[in-house]
């Protein structure tokens, strides 16, 4: 992360929205955002399947708004099974709405898991990007009840996805919140000082192996309040070496060799040539066979690191670091 952003005056705070983007035909011309890939999940492709996902895909595809995915559409409709089981009112239902529950390298698998805890209140979705899951949590926001908070460092994104939203899912704006930071910052500055919060964390945001587990170790000091962390791109490498790009290593290192978690998302196979090899955009490339995204839940895990010695502090921004 650019230690620069941290010294912003708005740096750990809740932005407004831009009053600005509201009508303009593409917002993310006006943010000076530029779309590479063109990339849209294909999120009909799960019809049927699920009334509210249904909706989630119509309401999607029915907003003029221009915008690229980053992530798939099984990622997306994965992450929304998360949240239809485990927001506050589903009531116990068996945990098997995804496929499967692996310990590890995927070494074991628990056939019978137990029932779900139904207490999620609110979806933090760190590293918005152009609004990909964001869209997908917004549409749970008036069936399911919940809040949705985006959390990056990027500006110009929070406000793009905000509009988004605004306009696929109007009615749902007045529950989502704007943050400007890392989430150790929101750790320390709003999961630390809201109470009676129960949180579904999905990250997304950076990808270099340092910044994850300081993203993930910070979760430690709220870990009472946070349901579970869906991460995404844990099958992703890159070609270009310093980018460090290593999230799943990043998950092991917090979390242990031996971590539970559900697999979200495509896997791709090894004759796959356009996924195997680096893209022209950031020599990204993937994994034979490795999950696109992880559910930890972390009542079934335990944090390797921090040190219950360390304190959040160590986790921030340098600038950042002073008493709130």
């Known amino acids: 992360m650019d230690e620069s952003a941290s010294a912003d005056g708005a740096w750990g705070t809740f932005l407004g929205p831009d009053p600005a983007l509201a009508g303009i035909e593409n917002p993310h011309d006006q943010l000076g955002i530029k779309i590479l890939?063109?990339?849209?999940?294909?999120?009909?492709?799960?019809?049927?399947?699920?009334?509210?996902?249904?909706?989630?895909?119509?309401?999607?595809?029915?907003?003029?708004?221009?915008?690229?995915?980053?992530?798939?559409?099984?990622?997306y409709f994965d992450i929304f099974g998360c949240v239809e089981r485990f927001h506050r009112g589903a009531g116990e239902?068996?945990?098997?709405?995804?496929?499967?529950?692996?310990?590890?390298?995927?070494?074991?698998?628990?056939?019978?898991?137990?029932?779900?805890?139904?207490s999620v209140s609110r979806v933090v979705d760190v590293g918005v990007f152009m609004g990909g899951s964001a869209s997908v949590f917004a549409g749970c926001v008036e069936p399911m009840g919940v809040e949705l908070d985006l959390v990056d460092t990027n500006q110009a994104y929070l406000?793009?996805?905000?509009?988004?939203?605004?306009?696929?899912?109007?009615?749902?704006?007045?529950?989502v919140r704007m943050f400007y930071g890392d989430l150790p910052t929101y750790v320390r500055n709003v999961l630390c000082a809201e109470e009676g919060v129960r949180s579904l964390v999905h990250h997304d945001g950076a990808h270099d192996f340092g910044q994850v587990v300081k993203d993930l170790a910070s979760l430690y000091f709220v870990r009472d309040r946070v349901h579970g962390v869906a991460i995404q791109d844990t099958h992703l490498r890159s070609s270009n070496v310093e980018f460090f790009t290593f999230v799943d290593s990043a998950v092991h290192a917090?979390?242990?060799?031996?971590v539970t978690y559900e697999p979200l998302g495509s896997r791709?196979?090894?004759?796959?040539?356009?996924?195997?090899?680096?893209?022209?955009?950031?020599?990204?490339?993937?994994?034979?066979?490795?999950?696109?995204?992880?559910?930890?839940e972390l009542s079934r895990n335990e944090f390797r690191y921090p040190h219950p010695a360390m304190s959040l502090d160590a986790f921030l921004p340098a600038q950042a670091r002073v008493p709130v």
């Open 37 to 75: 890939s063109g990339h849209q999940a294909d999120r009909g492709s799960f019809a049927g399947r699920n009334a509210i996902f249904d909706g989630i895909a119509a309401a999607v595809a029915a907003a003029d708004v221009a915008y690229e995915d980053q992530c798939t559409a099984q990622h």
């Open 268 to 296: 791709y196979d090894a004759d796959n040539s356009m996924m195997m090899n680096p893209n022209p955009y950031e020599g990204n490339y993937f994994l034979a066979g490795q999950p696109e995204g992880m559910y930890i």
């Open 159 to 175: 406000q793009f996805t905000y509009e988004r939203l605004r306009r696929t899912f109007p009615r749902a704006a007045s529950r």
């Open 93 to 118: 239902q068996p945990r098997s709405g995804l496929r499967g529950l692996l310990r590890g390298r995927g070494s074991g698998r628990d056939t019978q898991p137990g029932p779900a805890k139904a």
């Open 254 to 258: 917090v979390f242990g060799g031996d």
